[in-house]
């Protein structure tokens, strides 16, 4: 099991900016893909992005495609979301997943564990 805690989030402005962080620890970070994902009020939780361990592979929902991307430091066992050009419809709670092995996975059942999420709210 790894324990996960996510940070960054927070107030903007449509068109700004935000970089989400999720620090990973128990077990061997890199032993795990680490995906995001989030939910906004009434809809169910959806994929947002995913990295594999090495963090050479990366899979995008299409809505954030071309300006959200993710990364990862496996010294520093954290994972990041890095999120520009933010529209109203980005709001919601982002949450950090760990699923333990490979691949990029984008579906909740995949996943292993999970943080308690962090607030974004872009306002227009």
């Known amino acids: 099991q790894v324990q996960l805690v996510e940070s960054g989030g927070g107030l903007v402005q449509a068109g700004g900016s935000l970089r989400l962080s999720c620090a990973a620890s128990?077990?061997?970070?890199?032993?795990?893909?680490m995906g995001w994902f989030r939910q906004a009020p009434g809809k169910e939780r959806e994929f947002v992005a995913a990295?594999?361990?090495?963090?050479?592979?990366?899979n995008y929902a299409d809505s954030v495609k071309g300006r959200f991307t993710i990364s990862r430091d496996n010294v520093r066992n954290t994972v990041f979301l890095q999120m520009n050009s933010l529209k109203p419809e980005d709001t919601a709670v982002y949450y950090c997943?760990?699923?333990?092995?490979?691949?990029?996975?984008?579906?909740?059942?995949?996943?292993?564990?999970w943080g308690q999420g962090t607030q974004v709210t872009v306002s227009s």
């Open positions: 997943a760990a699923k333990d092995g490979g691949g990029t996975p984008t579906g909740t059942d995949d996943y292993d564990d």
């Open positions: 990295i594999s361990r090495s963090g050479i592979f990366k």
């Open positions: 128990g077990r061997t970070f890199s032993s795990y893909a």
